[in-house]
C-alpha cells in the first residue's frame, strides 16, 4: 500500500489480485481505521482495473464510487466498511469473470512445498499462519483464496486476529497494543504482515499439497492421508464458484480434482507447537 498526505486529507493506494484500489479520504483521522482494508502484500501480476473512492467529510461522512455518491454514514468505521464492502464485492465479480473460484484457506511455503491449509473458521489456520511466519517461513494468506485450474493465490488481506492470540504465539501478543483495532469493541486487531517487516509476497501458481485442518485443541497432532477422490470432496466442500453458471460449477469441480490429483492430507491441530513442527 502507498499512504500520501496534503492538505485536503489522505490518498491510499493497495492492490487486490486484478484491481488497483486508489481511496482518497478527507479526513486524516480515517487514516488509522483504513488499515482494516488495505494491505502491502507484493502480488503476482499488474493490475488489470483501478477502483476508485472517496470518503469525504469530518463526520458525518459521503462515501463516492466512481464519484457516484453510494451513502452518508454518520461514523468512521461506518465509512471504512462500506468501502471495504463495496470494493470486495467488485473484487470478487472481476475474479468471476476471469474465471477464478473462492476457497476458504491459507497459503504457505514450507520445507519448499506450497501448501493449501483447508478448514472451516475456528480450524486454526489463522494462528498456524502466525505461528509458521515467525518460525521464518513464507506465509502468503491466512483464510481466503482463489483458484483456477491448477492454480491457488491467497486473496491478500489482513489477518483478524482474537484476543487469546497473545497466549500462542507470544511474538504477537508483545506488540498486541500497537496493532489497529478491527472493531469498536477492541477485542480483535488486524495485522498485515508487510507493514510489521515480513516479506509478504502473494504467489499464483501449482500447490504441492492440500491438507485439510480440524480442529483438535485438547489432544495431540496427527496427520493421515487421504485419496483424491476424499481429498477432492474436502476441498469442494470449503470452496464455492464465483460464477454460479453451469459451466462454472463444473469448472470449479474440475480444479478441485486438478489440486486433488495426488490425494491430500488431514491435519487434526494439537498444540500449536506441534502442529507447525509437524509441517
Not at 476424499?230 to 469448472?251: I, M, Q
Request: glycine share 12%; net charge positive.
Amino acid at each position: 500500500a502507498r499512504r500520501g498526505a496534503s492538505p485536503e486529507g489522505v490518498t491510499l493506494q493497495y492492490q487486490i489480485l486484478p484491481c488497483a484500489v486508489r481511496l482518497s479520504v478527507e479526513d486524516p483521522r480515517l487514516g488509522g481505521p483504513l488499515h482494516r482494508i488495505s494491505n502491502r502484500a507484493a502480488q503476482p501480476a499488474p493490475p488489470l482495473v483501478t477502483l476508485r473512492y472517496t470518503i469525504s467529510g469530518f463526520g458525518p461522512y459521503d462515501v463516492l464510487e466512481e464519484h457516484d455518491r453510494l451513502q452518508r454514514v454518520r461514523s468512521a468505521d461506518e465509512a471504512v466498511r462500506l468501502v471495504g464492502h463495496r470494493c470486495g464485492l467488485r473484487v470478487i465479480d472481476r475474479l468471476a469473470l476471469g474465471g477464478w473460484a473462492l476457497v476458504a484457506g491459507a497459503v504457505a511455503r514450507v520445507g519448499g512445498r506450497r501448501m493449501l491449509l483447508t478448514g472451516d473458521s475456528g480450524a486454526g489456520k489463522t494462528t498456524l499462519m502466525m505461528r509458521l511466519m515467525h518460525d521464518g517461513f513464507g506465509v502468503e494468506g491466512d483464510a481466503q483464496a482463489v483458484l483456477r485450474g491448477p492454480s491457488v493465490a491467497a486473496l491478500p488481506q489482513p489477518f483478524l486476529l482474537a484476543s487469546d492470540i497473545g497466549t500462542l504465539v507470544p511474538e504477537v501478543g508483545a506488540v498486541w497494543n500497537e496493532l489497529p483495532t478491527a472493531a469498536d469493541d477492541g477485542l480483535r486487531r488486524t495485522f498485515d504482515p508487510g507493514a510489521a517487516g515480513f516479506a509478504w509476497t502473494i504467489g499464483a501458481g501449482p500447490i504441492d499439497a492440500v491438507i485439510d485442518l480440524e480442529a483438535a485443541h485438547a489432544g495431540r497432532s496427527t496427520l493421515r492421508e487421504t485419496s483424491p477422490l476424499d481429498a477432492t470432496r474436502r476441498l469442494l466442500a470449503r470452496a464455492r464458484a464465483l460464477d454460479t453458471s453451469p459451466e462454472g460449477k463444473a469448472s470449479l469441480v474440475r480444479a478441485c480434482a486438478q489440486l486433488a490429483a495426488g490425494g491430500g492430507y488431514v491435519r487434526r491441530l494439537g498444540t500449536l507447537p506441534e502442529a507447525s513442527a509437524a509441517l
